[in-house]
């Protein structure tokens, strides 16, 4: 034999033949509209022809071959010897009807009256940490059916829940009360099963769907990773559709630091600093109220070991007014190594941040935790400003904004404040000055003068003028050192040394604060390397301030030790002309103008 010919005819989409290929003859299919043709080619005895007619099947891709045409369908085949062709056979093919399951496919391109594949069932969906819930079964969703015109019911599965009862499947169960389809969410052995029940459309049964949910309220890192969510959908002949997965990865966020100034997480705490009456020492206050309940905490340090990277604190006016000079923040606590300080311009704060990753990460919370506990606020002025002008009676507010920051991805930064009460003291008694203008008569001879139009006196009134060439400025020179105070004799944080000098001065810095390292001298030399801030209080009095000394350093100077020397730098300055010296803080992070008469 040379060929074979078998043909369906009324073939419907979906119908072929199959066959099982033989070595010596070739098969070409060629499909029409209504027919579907095998050929078969090739020299060949009849008993290789017999074993290839005799494997042919028909058979439909379709899911729902029954439903589409009403027409049977009929195979005819034929052989030829290359002259002739054979009689012809014909085999009658009748679909028989069965109720096949509902599609439930992610695919709306797909077709659907073909059984969906496994890849076309399958979804993904994402859930990040505090995130809000995410809708599991999303709008791309096909379900229909057309065998049934109703479906009878669904069944969607979380298969197995890390995070225990933190996490689970929700659904609108008003809506789906409304179209009559009842549904329960039951939870057993870490699986969470939204079942649905009752005849509804598909159409409806696809918007219940459309609202089932992904939740996880565990809000300091859920375990990450996939979840697995399983939807199958019956028809209401109780036929199953294959089931379709849903991917939920669920992936942690990097979340804020937590900080409690002893109040409460996030809470704003306030503090109350009494004036420091009549120039006395002091060593300020505690920038907390509660300092034994301050508390960081960073939630991706347990778990990922994240490291905080940074500690500011910072002091602030509120919304009006201008802060006095001689207040500051500072700290007690020496983070050590691994960490690296840096100083506002102006002594209103101090960043400390964190070098690389050679501490880990319980200790640099716990260093930050330490500097916050030895923060303090100090206010020098003799009488702090406590509202925003003299015109009216608005309080200056002050603040300290205390902010954590950590090193995660994004980098995120926590701020609480501190709200900080002066109290005034009365200390200061009523003063009356008088300024003479011009020439000054002085008597010579004890006598009353007259101070006052208008005021009768009497005795001599011999007159002199006075030698203006006496009233000349003079350079001032260093009249008096006194060290610590009669309140401290040894060296200890809240010292400070107050020289006063003969003459004025003209320094620009009074009431600021200024470090003299370049031109200001201390004895013992190792003073020089302990924290000191200077303040011009008046144009003859310069005040240093220790405001953090060292345990190792404390007690070990004694008053009686203290010597104060300034010196000159060459070429600048001379004993009548004013100085002024542009000077440098030693660690480079402020500069200031200090201008002395030599």
């Keep these: 034999l040379t060929g074979a010919t078998m043909t369906v005819h009324g073939a419907e989409r979906g119908d072929e033949l199959s066959v099982n290929a033989v070595r010596g003859v070739t098969i070409d299919v060629l499909k029409q509209a209504g027919l579907f043709v095998l050929k078969i080619v090739g020299s060949a005895a009849k008993e290789v022809y017999a074993t290839v007619l005799s494997s042919v099947e028909f058979q439909t891709t379709l899911g729902r071959p029954n439903k589409l045409s009403s027409k049977e369908r009929y195979v005819t085949t034929t052989v030829t010897d290359g002259l002739l062709e054979s009689n012809v056979i014909q085999v009658n093919v009748t679909v028989l009807p069965i109720n096949d399951g509902p599609i439930l496919q992610f695919n709306p391109s797909a077709d659907p009256d073909v059984f969906a594949s496994e890849e076309d069932r399958r979804y993904e969906v994402g859930f990040t940490e505090e995130g809000g819930s995410v809708i599991v079964m999303p709008d791309v969703t096909t379900l229909g059916d057309v065998d049934s015109l109703k479906a009878g019911g669904a069944i969607v599965t979380l298969n197995y829940t890390l995070d225990g009862e933190d996490e689970g499947l929700g659904i609108d169960q008003p809506m789906a009360s409304g179209f009559g389809i009842n549904n329960t969410i039951t939870r057993s052995g870490g699986w969470v099963t939204i079942t649905l029940s009752g005849f509804a459309t598909f159409e409806q049964y696809k918007k219940v769907l459309s609202t089932i949910y992904y939740y996880n309220n565990k809000t300091v890192e859920p375990q990450p990773g996939p979840r697995t969510v399983v939807a199958i959908v019956t028809d209401d002949g109780g036929e199953a559709s294959r089931p379709a997965t849903v991917i939920v990865t ?8 937590r900080l409690n100034l002893g109040v409460g997480f996030g809470v704003q705490d306030r503090i109350t600093f009494t004036e420091i009456a009549n120039g006395e020492n002091g060593v300020g206050i505690h920038i907390v109220s ?13 778990t990922q070991n994240e490291h905080l990277h940074a500690i500011t604190i910072r002091l602030r006016a509120g919304d009006c007014g201008v802060l006095d000079e001689r207040e500051f923040v500072y700290f007690l606590q020496l983070p050590g190594e691994g960490f690296a300080m840096k100083f506002d311009a102006d002594h209103k704060g101090f960043t400390i941040t964190t070098i690389g990753m050679s501490v880990d990460a319980m200790t640099v919370r716990k260093v930050f935790e330490e500097i916050l506990l030895s923060a303090r606020y100090i206010n020098l002025a003799n009488e702090p400003p406590l509202h925003c002008n003299s015109m009216d009676n608005v309080t200056l507010n002050r603040l300290i904004d205390v902010t954590i920051s950590d090193s995660g991805s994004p980098r995120h930064n926590t701020t609480v404040s501190v709200d900080i009460v002066i109290e005034a003291v009365n200390d200061v008694a009523p003063e009356i000055s008088l300024m003479v203008s011009g020439d000054c008569v002085l008597p010579n001879d004890g006598n009353a003068v007259t101070l006052f139009p208008g005021q009768q006196t009497t005795g001599n009134r011999k007159r002199r003028n006075v030698d203006q060439s006496r009233m000349k400025r003079e350079a001032p020179a260093v009249e008096s050192v006194e060290a610590f105070g009669y309140r401290q004799k040894m060296l200890q944080t809240g010292s400070h040394i107050t020289v006063k000098f003969s003459h004025d001065t003209n320094t620009p810095s009074v009431l600021r604060p200024d470090d003299l390292h370049d031109v200001l001298q201390l004895d013992p030399p190792f003073l020089m390397s302990i924290m000191h801030m200077a303040f011009w209080t008046d ?24 010597e104060v020397t300034f010196t000159t730098p060459a070429g600048l300055c001379n004993e009548t002309d004013v100085c002024v010296h542009g000077v440098c803080h030693a660690d480079g992070w402020s500069c200031s103008v200090t201008g002395l008469y030599r």
């Design 250 to 257: 669920v992936t942690r966020r990097n979340d804020r630091v």
């Design 290 to 302: 509660h300092p034994h309940r301050v508390s960081i905490r960073n939630e991706e340090e347990e």
């Design 539 to 562: 144009l003859r009095t310069l005040v240093i301030y220790f405001p953090a000394v060292d345990e190792d350093q404390a007690m070990t100077v004694t008053a009686d030790q203290v």
